[in-house]
């Protein structure tokens, strides 16, 4: 894609029946765009990933579930304006991007637990779970993360985050990358606010030299509530 405005002014919801991904490679989304540039994706709308099925599938059995949005080896990207909701797994996953900007948006990760119990009950039966905490699920035990990027020049700014998990992950770059030198480098994550999350995080940097790497990330202005 090239040169591409995507507007969702609506609800968009997305298919919680698996047989609709039965030929899904791991690590891809619902909603995914590769190779593209100046793309832009706004609007007024919720994108819904409808995310509990996917959590008791993962809870149960284990379960290949798709990210809700994927960039991958992407120039010039802005997202605005939307909100997501209920990813099966990660919200929005950049990888080996570069040049840009997310504002304005919210991620929302709903904490009706009692319903994901229910769902447990139907599935393994009314007294399977036999009264024992230990084996009731956590919403924040699956992965919601809320922006994981991985590339080079990144902004994301005025955000509202309440996912149960990493609110913003940076990842290191990759010796495969295309965009961003193999290090993920020069982002500014500012003006955040979020509830329910685990903070603002850097993933793991292996040790040595010329390897996958995180450099130059400047996180300010993050206000977290009952983290």
Same mark, same amino acid.
């Given at each position: 894609?090239?040169d ?13 029946n ?11 989304a619902?909603?995914?765009?590769? $190779? ?8 007024? =709308?919720?994108?819904?990933?409808? +995310?509990? @099925?996917?959590?008791?599938? &993962?809870?149960?059995n284990?379960?290949?579930r ?37 504002h ?10 009692? $319903? ?8 393994r =039966?009314?007294?399977?779970?036999? +009264?024992? @905490?230990?084996?009731?699920? &956590? ?89």
């Amino acid at each position: 894609l090239k040169d591409v405005k995507l507007e969702i002014n609506s609800r968009l919801v997305l298919s919680n029946n698996f047989t609709d991904y039965s030929d899904f490679t791991p690590g891809n989304a619902a909603i995914q765009f590769s $190779e593209g540039r100046n793309v832009t994706l706004f609007g007024t =709308g919720t994108v819904d990933g409808q +995310g509990f @099925v996917w959590w008791v599938a &993962q809870i149960l059995n284990g379960a290949n579930r798709p990210h809700l949005v994927r960039f991958h080896q992407c120039l010039d990207i802005i997202i605005y304006g939307l909100s997501f909701l209920n990813s099966p797994k990660f919200h929005i996953k950049l990888d080996d991007v570069a040049h840009v900007h997310i504002h304005d948006i919210s991620i929302f990760v709903d904490d009706r637990v009692e $319903e994901i119990h229910e769902m447990l009950r139907v599935k393994r =039966g009314v007294n399977a779970l036999g +009264g024992i @905490v230990s084996e009731i699920p &956590q919403i924040w035990d699956l992965n919601t993360d809320g922006i994981d990027p991985n590339g080079k020049d990144v902004l994301i700014e005025n955000i509202y985050i309440q996912n149960y998990d990493d609110g913003v992950a940076v990842k290191p770059g990759s010796s495969s990358d295309k965009f961003n030198g193999a290090c993920s480098q020069d982002m500014l994550i500012r003006n955040i606010s979020t509830h329910f999350t685990v903070g603002m995080t850097i993933g793991s940097v292996p040790t040595g030299t010329n390897v996958p790497c995180v450099r130059n990330i400047t996180f300010t202005d993050v206000s977290m509530y009952q983290p």
